[in-house]
């Protein structure tokens, strides 16, 4: 067996909005919930597990997700619409923009617990040979 992720916390100040914030925004659903946790499925069987944690024991993270084209517009479309915070960098000097890094496009915004989420199109270095 080839070692895959499976699954990663992800910290938040409210489970279910953090899990609903995400899901609803990329079009996905809840998968699961149990104990402390609230699960969203990746379309490659990832799950991010949502957990409840006090304020001061959440750092700050980056979650990048590689996504069609047609997932970003339907995402960023959503964003528009609910006003997001958005930048084309993760310095967040380029508000309101989105880039084309690599021949795609990414935008990064923040989470309610305060994680910086990015979505691009094609992955760092662009696609290899054979997938271009």
Not at 21 to 44: H, R, T
Not at 66 to 81: K, Q, T
């Amino acid at each position: 067996m080839s070692v895959e992720l499976n699954h990663t916390i992800v910290h938040a100040r409210n489970n279910r909005e953090s899990a609903e914030f995400f899901a609803e925004l990329l079009g996905l659903e809840i998968s699961g919930e149990w104990g402390p946790f609230v699960a969203v499925e990746l379309s490659n069987g990832v799950t991010l597990d949502f957990a409840t944690t006090p304020e001061e024991h959440i750092a700050s993270q980056h979650y990048a997700f590689l996504v069609s084209e047609e997932e970003f517009d339907a995402a960023y479309e959503r964003i528009g619409r609910r006003g997001i915070e958005h930048y084309a960098d993760p310095y967040r000097r380029q508000p309101g923009a989105i880039n084309h890094n690599d021949g795609g496009r990414g935008v990064y915004f923040m989470d309610p617990a305060g994680h910086a989420m990015e979505l691009i199109t094609v992955p760092y270095g662009g696609w290899p040979a054979a997938k271009a």
